[in-house]
């Protein structure tokens, strides 16, 4: 299967500025302890399935491969995270999982039009 990629840039240019933030989230900002909380422990969940999606959208992979590989991934991600001794395993980061590909789909679905994609 070869992969034919969109013409224009608006999937990407929605999926870089999330996943720049998702790197920025690693610096402390004295921001107060909840957000901090919040952010290193499901910010990037929440935030790299959100630029994951619409990068494979960009490459026209279909929406339920897409959300079917993030969904595996990020089982994958959490199977090998409980075994690693520095590793913590916590179920809420599939709601996290979960909640960026939501928002995902749902911007997508609100943004662009149905026939412009699969």
């Known amino acids: 299967m070869k992969l034919k990629q969109r013409k224009d840039f608006k999937y990407l240019a929605v999926a870089i500025p999330?996943?720049?933030?998702?790197?920025?989230?690693?610096i402390n900002f004295n921001l107060n302890d909840?957000?901090?909380n919040f952010m290193h422990s499901y910010?990037?969940?929440?935030?790299?399935p959100f630029s994951y999606y619409f990068i494979a959208r960009h490459w026209n992979i279909s929406k339920i491969k897409t959300i079917g590989t993030i969904g595996i991934l990020a089982t994958l991600s959490e199977i090998v995270?409980?075994?690693?001794?520095?590793?913590?395993?916590?179920?809420?980061?599939f709601?996290?999982?979960?909640?960026?590909?939501?928002l995902a789909y749902l911007l997508e679905k609100i943004r662009f039009k149905e026939n412009e994609h699969p």
Request: proline share 5%.
């Open 95 to 102: 709601l996290a999982y979960a909640t960026g590909l939501g």
């Open 43 to 48: 910010g990037n969940d929440i935030l790299i």
């Open 81 to 93: 995270d409980s075994y690693d001794e520095h590793g913590v395993y916590d179920p809420k980061d």
């Open 34 to 36: 909840t957000v901090n």
């Open 18 to 26: 999330p996943a720049i933030i998702s790197n920025i989230t690693k």
